[in-house]
């Protein structure tokens, strides 16, 4: 049992449990809080020149659904970093996603999505993704605001090499390109997830919100251990 505890403790650090948790509540609001709140409202539709010149790319739902391990590879890496960088990781976050749920409250959009033949692995997965996840509220790109933050974030870790943040750079120009080849959203929703994710660092920088996260630390200065 003690070298499970420890584990754990390894994996995510006492002081880092509830910002975790935090993270889980603030995503479920804001992509179905905003969802049930808008049911019934006028919807905008979004398209831009570009988009509908770019052809539908099934492959690339495996970088799609692949962005959702990026993030708990990222998150997990990131909050057991240290205390300093997880209480602001995550203000920056969860202030990124309350910019995300006003700008869908208060421009809630809609875009059309091509019909899928199922042919293959890919396509199977495109129509599945299709079927899950209505083509409404797209902007900004929630995808795009979490990926941006796990390289954000990742910049300057003490506990891991500088590669990994690069790393995340990289997957995360994936996960770009994915968003807009598998015509889950348009070009212009990119650019506000990545905006929501700096206006969220630079409102938890300013507003030092990060502080009152330290304040809410019941973990009683339990640390993790050293990698």
Not at 26 to 42: L, P
Not at 45 to 56: K, R, V
Not at 179 to 193: A, E, S
Request: net charge positive; aromatic share 10%.
């Amino acid at each position: 049992m003690k070298k499970i505890k420890n584990a754990i403790d390894w994996l995510l650090p006492p002081y880092a449990r509830l910002p975790a948790l935090a993270l889980i509540l603030a995503d479920i609001v804001c992509y179905y809080g905003t969802k049930a709140i808008d049911a019934h409202r006028v919807l905008h539709p979004i398209s831009t020149a570009l988009d509908d010149a770019l052809p539908l790319v099934p492959a690339f739902i495996f970088i799609y659904v692949l962005a959702y391990a990026q993030w708990a590879l990222a998150i997990v890496t990131i909050l057991r970093d240290s205390r300093e960088r997880c209480f602001r990781v995550v203000s920056a976050v969860i202030w990124g996603m309350l910019l995300a749920m006003l700008a869908m409250l208060l421009y809630p959009t809609v875009m059309t999505r091509p019909q899928v033949e199922v042919r293959d692995l890919a396509t199977w997965l495109l129509d599945r993704i299709y079927r899950a996840d209505a083509p409404t509220h797209v902007f900004p790109s929630m995808h795009c605001l979490c990926s941006w933050i796990c390289f954000r974030g990742s910049l300057g870790l003490k506990k891991t090499p500088p590669w990994f943040a690069w790393a995340m750079l990289a997957f995360t120009l994936l996960v770009f390109a994915s968003v807009i080849l598998v015509k889950q959203h348009v070009w212009p929703d990119i650019l506000g997830g990545v905006a929501a994710a700096e206006l969220g660092l630079l409102l938890t920088r300013l507003l030092r919100t990060d502080r009152l996260a330290a304040r809410l630390d019941l973990s009683k200065g339990a640390e993790a251990p050293a990698a």
